[in-house]
């Protein structure tokens, strides 16, 4: 059986990596006023934070239309007899439920929609382990069981700058955003269920890096860590610092950059930070 991997653009997956495990990609759209833009080919990264700098109103963001996936899923029937179509949280965005009703008007090929609870990079991982276990031929039965342990086995945390992003997109509650913004305290935030919630309240976001810091150093210390990321929201120095940081001291796991794209920037706003990993 030939299967075929598709995920959504909020991955986030750097274009080298999408090529090297063969991941199609199905993009999602931020919306100014009247504008739509499929983030990755009507807007870049850097433009879309550029225009959010100008814009009197923040953007909205917009689920990729069932007929999008149903036209890749009959373009992959040609050479493959299933697809595992990998997103993020169906909590933040109906992207699951139309890879799911897509692949349910498709002939000649079997679709297995896999929701994985969070979004950007670490929603990258389960794509690319999906990829490199097909490609050792494992069946769909087993990469589905190995992406369902995966998920117990991934930790993701971030911290943003302004509570606010959040918010106003319904990801983080009212009394959650007001008190950290009153009391200037950077919580580190990560997803539980597929919601955004804080893991721990610190004073200042310099404490918060550290805190995240020390729990990857407790993980590589006393499990077999596999893959980090490094995650940033237009702050790409910093990932860089944090990265080059740990790769001195641990040059043997495979370490990325990756970014906050359009989508997630929304909600996320500009300056966040994120580190994930997970380990076999």
Do not use: C
């Not at 009197?56 to 917009?62: D, K, Q």
């Not at 149903?70 to 997103?87: G, P, T, Y």
């Not at 890879?99 to 990079?121: H, Q």
């Amino acid at each position: 059986m030939k299967i075929a991997i598709v995920t959504d653009s909020t991955a986030y997956i750097p274009d080298e990596l999408l090529e090297k495990y063969q991941i199609h990609t199905i993009p999602l759209s931020v919306v100014f006023g009247d504008e739509t833009f499929r983030e990755g080919l009507d807007i870049t990264t850097e433009e879309f934070y550029k225009k959010v700098q100008e814009e009197e109103n923040l953007p909205s963001t917009s689920q990729p239309p069932i007929g999008s996936f149903v036209q890749l899923f009959e373009e992959l029937s040609e050479h493959h007899d299933a697809v595992i179509s990998i997103h993020l949280s169906k909590r933040f965005s109906g992207t699951y439920d139309a890879a799911e009703s897509a692949g349910k008007m498709v002939e000649n090929i079997e679709v297995y929609p896999f929701d994985t609870s969070l979004s950007a990079m670490p929603q990258g991982f389960f794509a690319i382990a999906a990829s490199e276990l097909a490609t050792d031929g494992k069946t769909v039965d087993e990469i589905i069981d190995y992406l369902n342990d995966l998920k117990e086995k991934t930790r993701a945390y971030f911290l943003v700058e302004d509570l606010s992003h959040l918010h106003r997109g319904g990801r983080l509650n009212r009394g959650q955003a007001l008190i950290g913004s009153l009391l200037n305290i950077k919580p580190v935030l990560h997803i539980v269920d597929g919601l955004i919630v804080p893991f721990e309240k610190i004073r200042t976001r310099k404490k918060a890096i550290n805190r995240i810091m020390s729990m990857l150093e407790e993980d590589v210390q006393t499990k077999n860590v596999k893959r980090v990321v490094f995650i940033h929201a237009n702050n790409l120095p910093l990932a860089e610092k944090l990265r080059d940081e740990f790769v001195e001291k641990h040059p043997e796991i495979e370490t990325i950059i990756s970014y906050f794209g359009p989508v997630i920037g929304t909600h996320l706003g500009e300056g966040s930070i994120g580190v994930s990993w997970y380990s076999n």
